[in-house]
């Protein structure tokens, strides 16, 4: 089958589905009925050729995906926060304090991210300074230490109660894009029956980052520790438009190499899906549908009369 197009994410008891600029989100209400809002969006950058261009396409793609993806979650948790006075506040109000807090929870996510998995690993690396003299040495080293951290945190929040419940709606979202993707008709059972592991995963494009990282980061040559730092800053957005081709590439070609590229991803993956149940297939089937015409596309692709 051709690549479909769709992506998504998991949120709070709930799937969120983008087709082009369409996005919808499908919730498991705590009184058990299935809320989707659909809406567009048209990016950072909604007609600028700029944003077709390999590498900063990645770059967009990425903070869009934030964006976007910071929202919904937002969105899904509204329908389990504690009943409040709605006087107290007009529809504006909340409105820009769900905005900001919005982009501070972004900024404060990216940043802790940067901490965690580019810098932690190179100020520990440093310790080692005293007995390792080649450079290379210690590039291998932070480069092992980069890893060993992304590890042990996919590791750790697998471990959290309520992010297992994300993680099951993760494997539902997959699986449905899996369904589609290998012919099938978007249903329970044959949903169910699809695998829960996809190329063009977010745990995937993690993956590729952190090893993207080590492979940009061995080459760095300076003496200056500032430098060194200021340097593997500015090449974040690179390394995270190298693995957007990646991911993209993935999505669209059934080629070896690619396949095997894809494979230590779709193993990480694991830890980050869960079998889901037949409710939580249902929210993602409803979020599908509301974004993407699926028996369209079966016909087109000869597997439907």
């Not at 209400?29 to 969006?41: L, Q, R």
């Not at 040559?221 to 993935?250: F, H, K, N, Q, W």
């Not at 297939?281 to 015409?293: H, K, L, N, P, R």
Request: charged share 25%; aromatic share 8%; hydrophobic share 50%.
């Amino acid at each position: 089958m051709r690549y479909s197009g769709i992506g998504g994410q998991a949120v709070m008891e709930g799937v969120m589905m983008k087709n082009g600029t369409r996005y919808a989100v499908a919730v498991r209400k705590p009184d058990g009925e299935i809320v989707v809002d659909a809406n567009e969006y048209r990016g950072i950058l909604p007609d600028l050729a700029l944003r077709k261009l390999p590498l900063i396409r990645g770059v967009v793609n990425f903070i869009e995906s934030l964006t976007l993806g910071m929202r919904t979650l937002m969105y899904s948790a509204s329908f389990y926060e504690e009943e409040h006075d709605e006087k107290a506040d007009s529809t504006q109000e909340k409105q820009k304090k769900e905005s900001l807090l919005m982009g501070i929870t972004m900024a404060v996510s990216v940043a802790a991210a940067i901490v965690i998995f580019m810098l932690i690993p190179y100020l520990i690396s440093g310790l080692f300074r005293g007995w390792i003299i080649s450079r290379a040495a210690l590039a291998a080293v932070e480069g092992i230490l980069r890893l060993a951290v992304f590890f042990a945190y996919i590791l750790l929040i697998s471990r959290l109660e309520d992010i297992q419940r994300v993680f099951m709606y993760h494997g539902a979202e997959h699986k449905c894009i899996n369904c589609i993707e290998h012919g099938l008709e978007l249903s329970v059972e044959n949903v169910r029956k699809s695998s829960r592991l996809h190329k063009r995963c977010g745990t995937s494009f993690l993956f590729l980052v952190v090893c993207i990282s080590i492979l940009f980061f061995f080459f760095i040559r300076t003496d200056s520790g500032l430098l060194r730092i200021v340097i593997r800053l500015a090449l974040v957005p690179v390394i995270a438009g190298c693995a957007y081709e990646l991911i993209r590439l993935a999505g669209r070609s059934d080629n070896r190499l690619v396949d095997l590229i894809s494979k230590p991803g779709l193993a990480l993956q694991r830890l980050t899906t869960r079998e889901p149940d037949d409710a939580m297939i249902e929210v993602g089937i409803a979020s599908v549908e509301a974004v993407f015409d699926w028996r369209a596309y079966l016909k087109e692709n000869g597997k439907l009369p």
